[in-house]
Each structure stands twice: as C-alpha cells, then as structure tokens.
C-alpha cells in the first residue's frame, strides 16, 4: 500500500508560504525523519485521520497530554458544557479552584499551585520565583533536558534543540545564558563540585523528574536524592520538571510513582520532597492548561502578595480546565496499570522485530514511559543518546508510517501510548513492525 499525500503536501507548500518550515512547533516539520508531515484532520480514541483519508495509530498523543485518546467522552461533554457557558472571562472561576485542588491532592509536598497556559510558562515562573526568593541568579540544568523554550533553559536543551542538533538558540542573549550551567545528567559528582566552587550564586537545580526529551533516560540510583541533598545544603532550590511525566507515570506522576516488584519497570522519586514542581500537557487534557507549585511559604512571594510579578490573560481559561479537570479524573487508578501493559506489548514486539533484523537497540523506560535508541548499551546521558543512528529511526519511522502508525518524527522523544489503544490498534502495530524493522536494517 501507498498512501496518498497529495493534500498534505499541498497544504505544506501554502503553510511553508505563510509560517516558517509550515510549522509552529519545530519537530512537526519531519526534520528529524525527513518527507512531508501529515496534516492531521481530525481523531478519535487511538486514532488520526489526516486530509488525505489515511488513518494512524497515534504514539504521539500530542507529545503527552492525550493520554485518553482522542475525543473522550468526558472530556468532550465537559468542553461543550464549558464553552456554552462563555470562553474568557479575566476574572476567578469555580473550576480554577477545582483543578489546583486536584493536581494538589494528586501530589503530596504540594500546598499550592498557580495556573499558567503552557509548561515553558511554568518553567520561566519556576525560575523567576526561585530567584526571587533566594537573592540569587544562576540557574543550574542538564543536558538533554528540556524545559520549555525559556530563554535561560534553552541551552543544549532536548526535544526540538536535540532532534536539529542545535547547541542552543540565537537570540538569547548572553546575560541570559550566562547565568545557566548546564552539566551531564545523572553525574552527581559534576553538581558537588559545581556547588562546592559556586553554592552561594545558584538560585536552582531545574531537572525533568525523568527525563524524556532526550528519549527516556531514568535518573540513576540516588541521582535526585543527591541533587535533593546538595541544593538543600546550598540553600538552593531544587525544581523538578513533570510537565511530561506528570499524572502519566503514575495518578500522581513521577513523584507518586511507586517503586517496587509492582511495577514492571524501575521508577519513582527518591530523595526528600522539591522545593517546586512544574506541570503541564496531562493536567490540560489537550487544552492550554499548565501550573507550577510548592510550598505555601515559597508560593506567597507571587504577586499580589510578593514581590514576584506573574500574570496571564488566559491563565485558568474556563474552557481549558474543564478539559483538564475531566482528563484527570478519569485517569483512574485503574488506568496506569492499562498503560503499562500496552506500553510493555508494545515494546517487546518493537524490540523482537529489531532484534530479528539484527537492527542494534536499546529500551528505556520510566515508569510506563519508553524510547527505543537505535543504539546497544545503556543510556545515561545525552552524550550516549547522541550516539544513535538517526537515519535507522528515520527509515523505521516511515515504514510505520506507512503501516498506519505515527511514531514521534524524532529519534529523541518519547512513544506515548494511550488508554484508549485497542485490539485494532494494536494489531496494526504490531503488523508494521517487522517491515519497519527491515526498512530500518536496510543501507
Ligand atoms: N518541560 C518538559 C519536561 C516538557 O516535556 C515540555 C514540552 N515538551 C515543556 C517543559 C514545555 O512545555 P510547553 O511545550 O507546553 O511549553
């Protein structure tokens, strides 16, 4: 079978006319895979149809919050019952209290949280509220992380800045770069020895709670608590990032993730509880809904009643959570069990496929999150997941394609799978696997 593409290659060229690369988000371009991004015209439950009639099995889920599939029905019939009732109002609303209530009762060390649109939102307020509160200026991040399109976060950042193979971004100016160290992830030694010269200038220690913009990579044994004991003893604040893993990995995400003979595959926070948590994708079911949070006493210096200005037009948007408010709660218990499972079906199928092609691999996982890297041994750092074959991902990432699965057009993110992935889509992945694997075995 091959697909016709004639609409979407056409919708590229006039998106190409009026929006750089015919995107608004770098890694929808197919950079990463090369060939021409499907436009995608509508979904349901597992599924994405696009303009030309071709229908996927979808493992992007809109990098992460569509973790019910698409359309749900709850969801759906909130959105509706919100939008009727108007769409902005600027002013507090019942459901803005909902959701905090939810998300801080999901996670135990929060006691407040305060709504932004988008996880970069929540990192830069993150950051300028760490700073604010310790009198200090420089922020500490990985490699391979990504936080977000912030200014000071950007440098050798995962995700799009990965997949390009860009060292950071023009037009950052070096005032702002130069109050970020970035250092290897999972090298505690590295953050002692930064501290131990530099403790006193550094306001934070920002990190994803399990990395997945770098592909998943698992923080090491006793990663965290070290970053946990070091910023603790340095009077700097530690931040940890569940845009991504938040109420995915497990309800209460990485933080609650318990760890265990459970749970198929490692995971779970170690160490004594952040300082400042970040949201985002889960918690707005698809809609612009993110937040930040922590300590009271750390949240009250925000303006109204501190001295740290932030603000938003939308910020709470009516529409927005209720989508995230009903997305939450239908992510039951029940549901990450579910998820691991397929997530575990599918991996293994992927990984025998590769193997049998003698395709070199290797899967990660973070709780229920996984990546396959085109590459033997384990991965640590962004350093190790640099050192993958790319061209392998990207013949492997069309011949699924053409099988009727859409993977992430990057070799550097994560496979996000959905509760609402059925026999029909199952089967159809696991019936492209085997020409992907040879497609991606073929030089
Ligand atoms: N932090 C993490 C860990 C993320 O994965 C992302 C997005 N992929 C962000 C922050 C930024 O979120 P947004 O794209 O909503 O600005």
């Keep these: ?67 019910l599939g698409h359309a ?14 108007g769409f902005s109002f600027g ?10 209530a939810e998300v801080i009762d999901r996670v135990e060390p929060l006691e407040q949280v305060r709504l932004v649109s ?16 310790t009198g200090r200026s420089v922020i500490v991040k990985f490699a391979g992380c990504y936080h977000g399109h912030v200014d000071a976060l950007l440098a050798e950042a995962g995700s799009g ?28 030694g590295a953050v002692e020895e930064l501290f131990a010269a530099r403790g006193e200038e550094i306001a934070a ?42 109420f995915r990995s497990s309800r209460s995400g990485w933080y609650g993730l318990e760890t265990g003979p459970e749970g198929a595959h490692p995971g779970g926070y170690e160490g004594g509880a952040p300082d400042l948590f970040t949201f ?20 009250a210096r925000l303006a109204p009643e501190g001295p740290v200005y932030q603000a938003g037009t939308l910020s709470g948007n009516p529409v927005a959570t209720a989508a995230g408010l009903a997305t939450l709660r239908a992510c039951t218990p029940e549901l990450y069990p579910r998820l691991e499972a397929t997530a575990t079906r599918i991996a293994d199928a992927a990984s025998a496929a590769l193997s049998a092609e003698g395709v070199a691999h290797r899967v990660q996982w973070a709780g229920s999150m996984f990546s396959i890297f085109f590459r033997e041994g384990q991965v640590h750092s962004f350093a ?39 026999d029909e889509a199952l089967e159809t992945i696991l019936a492209a696997l085997p020409a992907a694997a040879a497609a991606a075995a073929s030089v």
């Excluded at 988008?118 to 509160?133: H, N, P």
């Excluded at 390009?164 to 100016?173: H, I, K, N, T």
């Excluded at 079911?285 to 937040?291: C, K, L, N, S």
């Excluded at 053409?402 to 993110?413: D, I, K, N």
Aim: one cysteine or more; hydrophobic letters at 45%; charged letters at 15%.
């Design 91 to 100: 002013t507090p609303t019942e459901n803005e209290v909902a959701l905090a």
């Design 161 to 188: 800045v990965a997949t390009f193979a860009l060292p950071g971004s023009a037009g950052v100016p070096a005032s702002a770069a130069g109050e970020t160290v970035v250092l290897p992830y999972n090298d505690l």
């Design 280 to 299: 985002g994708k889960v918690m707005g079911g698809g809609f612009p809904a993110a937040a930040f949070g922590g300590r009271a006493d750390l949240m």
């Design 205 to 246: 220690v920002i990190t994803e709670a399990a990395p997945g913009n770098m592909g998943i990579v698992p923080p090491a044994p006793g990663f965290t608590e070290g970053l946990r004991r070091v910023t603790a003893a340095h009077g700097a604040l530690l931040i940890s990032d569940e845009v991504m893993t938040g």
């Design 72 to 85: 749900h029905p709850d969801v759906l019939a909130a959105v509706t019952d919100a939008a009727t009732r």
């Design 118 to 133: 988008s996880g970069t939102e929540a990192t830069m307020s993150a950051l300028r509220l760490a700073r604010g509160v």
């Design 384 to 422: 190790d997941a640099r050192e993958q074959d790319t061209g392998a991902y990207g013949r492997f990432f069309h011949a699924m394609l053409e099988g009727g699965v859409h993977l992430p057009p990057s070799a550097f993110e994560a496979w996000f799978v959905s509760g609402a992935l059925d």
């Design 1 to 67: 079978m091959t697909q016709s593409t004639t609409r979407s290659e056409a919708l590229f060229d006039r998106a190409r006319a009026v929006t750089p690369a015919g995107v608004n988000s770098p890694v929808r371009a197919f950079g990463g895979v090369g060939g021409v991004p499907r436009f995608i015209e509508r979904a349901e439950g597992p599924w994405l149809t696009d303009v030309d009639g071709n229908r996927y099995v979808d493992l992007i889920c809109s990098w992460g919050p569509m973790i």
